[in-house]
Every structure is written in C-alpha cells, then in structure tokens.
C-alpha cells in the first residue's frame, strides 16, 4: 500500500528556532493534510493543502504542497513552549494515509 | 460541547474479553472513522462509516466489528482481547467521503493484560 516517509522523527529545539518537517511519497496525492497530536489527544488539522505549489499559511505555521505531488513540507517560525507535540503529514487518497510522525521538543 | 467524544478514555481488561468502546460526534457530520495508533504513534484507518453504511474496511482482523445505530454514532466492538490490540483507538468524523478535514476524538488507550 502507499506509504508517507516523514523526518525527521524528532526534534529538539531550543525556543525561537525555527523548524522544518517533510513528507514523501511513493505516489501521487491530490491533498496534503499537516495535523498536530497533543499528549493525550487526537490529532489536530494544521493546514490544508489542494494544489500542486500551493503555500499556505496559517500562523506561524506554513506548509507547501509539493510541485510533484510527492511530497509537502511544514515549517515553524519562532518556535514557541507550546508548539511541543507530534506533527504528522497525510495525504488523501479515498482514505487518509498517515507519515510516521515528527516528534518535537521545545526547550525554553 | 466536545464535537466528536468517545468513551471509556482508559481501558484495561484481561486478554480473551469482549469490549466495546463508544464514539458519538455531534457535528452533523456523515462519515466516522476509526483508527488505531501503535506504540509508535503510526496511525491507520481501519474502518470508516457513511450514512450508518460500511465504506472503508481495511484489513482489520474480524474480531473487530464496528456498528452504526445511527449516523452520529460509531461503536467498536472487540471480541477475544489479544495482547497486540493495545494502542490507542481514535475515532473521527468528517462532513463527507472523501473529505480531508477529519474531526479526531481523545482517543481510547486499551490496554490488554
């Protein structure tokens, strides 16, 4: 089946970094999709993406859809305590597929 | 208001059980899923529901029967506990199929003894 890579795994940073994730794929997805976990709760949409090259920005958060469609990436700004938590990259192919994860630690 | 709940929050029984874990959205939303996350927080669908009919069914061993009473509600029934089905279920609702903004509950952490 598809399958998403996603790195890095985790992240350890210091407050007021900024931090860049991605996303690759085998195949083609028509969506990408960037959600964040809490500790103890489910998943969270970031951001939304519908077109190949699409920049969207939501925050201090920005994601692009990748011009091959393989693949999207998610930065960061200024990164902040409470941007702690798993980052995850799915695309939507009848069904969400999810990527692996990336872990991030935020140090004040 | 929580949008999509599910309950129990915790879960611990004996291996061989039967249980059920309950999820109930109240978005108006047509289509719930459910998905189980690993110790190594992976994600995957394992069953999605639209209009209380059966759309996605991966491939989910048949100890697992999910159950719709009606569209706002989507149970999962587990029959003969094993040790591997602990991890943490989610469940999620969305306004159609396929649609990508999926509304995630708490989770449930089953674990298996």
């Known amino acids: 089946g598809q399958q998403l890579n996603q790195s890095p795994q985790s992240m350890f940073i210091q407050e007021g970094e900024d931090v860049s994730m991605n996303c690759t794929s085998s195949s083609i997805f028509n969506t990408w999709l960037w959600y964040k976990q809490d500790p103890g709760e489910g998943p969270v949409l970031l951001i939304a993406l519908y077109k190949a090259g699409e920049l969207t920005s939501n925050g201090r958060l920005t994601a692009q859809f990748g011009i091959t469609r393989k693949d999207s990436f998610l930065n960061i700004s200024a990164s902040i305590p409470s941007d702690v938590g798993i980052y995850f990259c799915?695309?939507?192919?009848?069904?969400?597929?999810f990527g692996q994860g990336t872990e991030l630690s935020v140090k004040p | 208001d929580t949008a999509v709940s599910q309950t129990p929050k915790y879960l611990v029984t004996q291996m061989g059980n039967d249980k059920s874990i309950k999820c109930e959205q109240n978005?108006?939303?047509?289509?719930m899923y459910w998905y189980k996350q690993d110790s190594k927080k992976f994600l995957k669908i394992m069953f999605s529901?639209?209009?209380?009919?059966?759309?996605i069914n991966e491939t989910v061993p048949n100890r697992f029967s999910p159950k719709s009473p009606d569209k706002a509600h989507l149970n999962l029934h587990i029959n003969s506990l094993e040790l591997g089905d602990s991890a943490v279920y989610f469940c999620?609702?969305?306004?159609?199929?396929?649609?990508?903004?999926?509304?995630f509950g708490a989770g449930t952490r089953l674990s298996v003894l």
């Open positions: 529901y639209n209009n209380k009919e059966l759309i």
């Open positions: 978005l108006g939303h047509d289509t």
């Open positions: 999620a609702s969305s306004p159609g199929h396929p649609v990508a903004i999926q509304y």
């Open positions: 799915a695309g939507l192919e009848g069904k969400l597929i």
